[in-house]
Structure formats: C-alpha cells, structure tokens
C-alpha cells in the first residue's frame, strides 16, 4: 500500500504523514520549508506539478490535507483561496482519476456552514473529492488540538504549548464554544478507513458537547 500526503508540512498533515509511516509505505509533499528532509516539494495550484508527482510515485491512495485555513486571510484573499482550497483539489481529483487512485480528504466542519469564505471553499472542494472514481472519503474535523511534529505552525494547540514552555500567561475568550478534534483521532480514523477500505462516506469528527 503506497500513500502520498499532500501537505505533509501542515500541522495535521505531519501528524498523519508520521502516523501512516509507522504502518505504510507513504511518500509526503510541502509547499515551502520542509519539516523532513525527505518531503517532495509541490506547488498544489501548479496542476503539472501534480500530475507529475502522481505519476512519479503512482499512490494507491492520496491524502489531501494542503489548504489555506486561515478565515481571516481567506475574507481578504477570496480568490486566492478558492484557487488553493478548490481549484486545487479539482486537479488531485482528475489526476487521481486518471491514475486510479482513491482520495482522503481532509475537509472542515465549516463546510456544513458556509457563512464564510473558508467554509465556502471547503464545500465545493468537498463536490468535486466525491467525483473521485476509485473511492473517496471526507473528514470533517473540527478545531483540532493534539501534538504535532509541526510545533511552529500558528495553530491554539501549538499556541498553548508556548505559553507552557515560556512560561507566560494564557489569556482565551470564554464565551467561544467549539467541538475539538483531537489531532490522534483524526489519524487513527485515516489509518483505519485505509486499512479497511471504508470509501465514499462523509464522516464528522467532533466530541459531541461543545467546549470552551
């Protein structure tokens, strides 16, 4: 069984991309900076690139985690992210039809939503993963928190741990209700849709009370 992680880098997708190692033979890509020596480097809005990368390393299955996340930027750069969160995964989904590979992909539950740009973008990415012939699945955390090999990557769990190691106070917003996710779930549910070929469901992964 051969994976390939596209967006290895991330916060999540080091956790995956680490989690998968342990049990598959999975080759992983980044944008800029790699976090592992031996990570690919691809341009996901480069659809040559794609396609060669696909062809290259011929996955059974592609995890896709590589997104812009971040709301705010999403609100000022809507076209932008429509070409990194949609358009982008339009391309995995053709490649990986044309080469026979089945797609994880790693939505939000923002999706369900779709009261801003990023939950937007997520949906009609989610449209064109289900269009993906050999199987696919969607995962839909939510905030997720959890240890990642990725440490510096602005995330509130990755924030939390550098008021721990400083020392320094941390100051949150009480009033904001979330259900989190936690990051080593998200990869044991991966690991095991994988393993036991569960394709072509939706599937939330929240706690099911909301927290503060």
Known sequence: MKILVVGANSYAGAAIYTQLREKYEVVGTYNAYPLFEELIQ????HAEEVERVIKLHAPDT???????????WCEQHPELAHAINVQATQTLVEVA??????????????????NNVYGTTKAAAEHYVQQTKAGFLILRPSLLVGFSPNTTNDRPFNRLLKNITHHTPAVYDTSWQF????????????????????????IPITVPQLCT
Do not use: M
């Open 42 to 45: 691809l341009d996901i809005t």
């Open 62 to 72: 592609i995890v896709h985690v590589a997104s812009n996340s971040n709301g705010n």
């Open 97 to 114: 039809n044309t080469y026979g590979a089945k797609l994880v992909y790693i939505s939000s539950l923002a999706a369900t939503q779709g």
């Open 179 to 202: 259900q989190p996710t936690w990051l080593r779930h998200l990869c044991e549910v991966i690991d095991t849709c994988i393993a036991q070929s569960l394709f072509n469901h939706i």
